[in-house]
């Protein structure tokens, strides 16, 4: 792989190089406001003692090797630094895995991506539609090559991109303006290109919604969740709390999350998995270590948990490839990837028709989750006698995490996984995807 550094003795080091490149396009109300490409090289150097972590970021990629010598001049040499439980965990990995050299995204003309949001402005885009106040579309993507080395001898190179692309509009009517549309994703520009009739029909269902909606009356409802929905729950209100980092000082939180435990429904599994080609792709962590397949939840019993080789040592368990950071200036902490519900058998046709009365919620905006989770609706239809009837205004979700999990009573099988997603902890933000499949929850609080 062409690149050999000299690591202090008595010491772990690891070093951790980033080359990026990000191109963004956009059309708003028929202007271009956007058009810029960037280019950025850096890496992130770090030196441990078995007490301190020393570590400097830099853009001068040629002088890696006296940036690790000054910073292993502060430490303290420590002969036996390998017998520390947390770098004893660390993997020997070596591997080199390009997928893109051969259209890589900084060898991509410009004019494809112009292509694209000419296609859509054609497509999506008419002069007079008195509900749309203003509207958007946009082209573009990123790549990204990281290279990491560390002094138990570990070498990796790999490599990820994406190309992006969306149609927004901002709705006007009855109620507050909305904003609707589609985000579109694939390896290159024309990936892009064939969505127009998904996005022309979700905004006549947002110009509906916000023609005929009416306001929810606030109670205790049987909900179904759409796909989209269930992601944002399985991210937000399970996948943070199976970080181990937010347990090392929480015996409480040790104590509800005790492996093997009973903690939903038979029909729940939930899983974990950097060494996916979707937004949360990483086949390698920040710390060197592979991606594994992670099942936080399997039936209902809690198998697992995320972790970097801190909260495994301390917690005696295995490595999991979930330390990440944002980029070469950040030190990596432990993050999901591309995290999912499991999907069922059952048709979404027929978890509708088996509900006699509840709320079909199609859209959430956001959400937060700990013992209690909250999710911020969007769009939502009210479920009589197993049909989906008006829409409703609908402010919020909430309910207990682990009851809510028991409530799990259809699961479907129309599972999606979205690549729409960057989270946000301790003011870092990852890409990742979230999924799953719709399902329904005996009682959630709505209002």
């Not at 970021?57 to 940036?67: A, F, K, V, Y």
């Not at 181990?244 to 009973?262: H, I, S, Y």
């Amino acid at each position: 792989m062409g690149e050999k550094f000299h690591f202090p003795k008595d010491l772990y080091a690891d070093i951790r190089i980033e080359e990026k490149y990000s191109v963004n396009l956009m059309k708003f109300n028929g202007e271009l406001v956007n058009d810029r490409a960037t280019q950025e090289n850096g890496a992130l150097i770090r030196v441990y003692d078995g007490k301190l972590w020393y570590t400097t970021s830099t853009n001068e990629l040629d002088r890696l090797q006296e940036e690790l010598d000054a910073l292993a001049e502060l430490a303290q040499p420590n002969p036996a630094i390998y017998d520390d439980p947390a770098i004893r965990l660390l993997e020997v990995n070596r591997e080199e895995r390009l997928l893109y050299e051969g259209d890589k995204l900084e060898d991509i003309a410009r004019q494809r991506f112009t292509d694209v949001i000419d296609y859509y402005v054609e497509a999506c885009i008419e002069d007079e539609m008195p509900e749309v106040n203003s509207w958007s579309v946009s082209a573009g993507g990123g790549y990204v090559r990281k290279s990491f080395y560390s002094s138990k001898g570990s070498e990796i190179v790999y490599d990820y991109q994406i190309c992006a692309g969306g149609v927004w509009y901002t709705l006007g009517g009855n109620g507050e303006p909305m904003n609707c549309g589609k985000q579109l994703f694939g390896v290159t520009p024309e990936d892009l290109i064939g969505h127009e009739s998904e996005i022309l029909a979700e905004r006549e269902r947002y110009i509906d919604f916000l023609k005929n909606a009416v306001d929810v009356e606030p109670g205790e409802y049987t909900c179904v969740l759409s796909p989209i929905t269930t992601a944002m729950f399985a991210h937000e209100s399970f996948g943070h709390k199976s970080e181990a980092d937010f347990m090392l000082n929480d015996p409480v939180l040790r104590e509800e999350w005790t492996m093997g435990k009973k903690v939903g429904s038979d029909l729940v599994s939930i899983c974990d998995s950097g060494d996916m080609p979707n937004h949360g792709y990483i086949p390698y962590d920040d710390e060197g270590t592979k991606a594994r397949e992670t099942w936080l939840i399997k039936d209902g019993v809690l198998t697992g948990r995320l972790h970097d080789s801190t909260s495994a040592a301390a917690l005696t368990e295995e490595l999991t490839g979930n330390c990440r950071a944002q980029d070469y200036r950040k030190r990596p902490v432990v993050r999901m990837t591309n995290t999912f519900m499991k999907g069922g058998t059952d048709s979404f046709e027929d978890i509708i028709a088996d509900t006699k009365d509840g709320i079909y919620v199609y859209m959430v905006s956001d959400g937060t989750g700990s013992a209690t989770f909250v999710m911020n609706a969007t769009v939502c239809y009210r479920i009589r006698d197993g049909k989906i009837c008006e829409p409703l205004r609908v402010h919020m979700l909430t309910g207990s995490v682990f009851q809510t999990l028991f409530d799990i009573d259809r699961v479907g099988s129309d599972f999606e996984l979205f690549d729409s997603y960057t989270c946000g902890k301790m003011g870092q933000m990852v890409r990742v995807s979230a999924g799953g499949p719709s399902i329904r929850v005996r009682k959630l609080q709505v209002s």
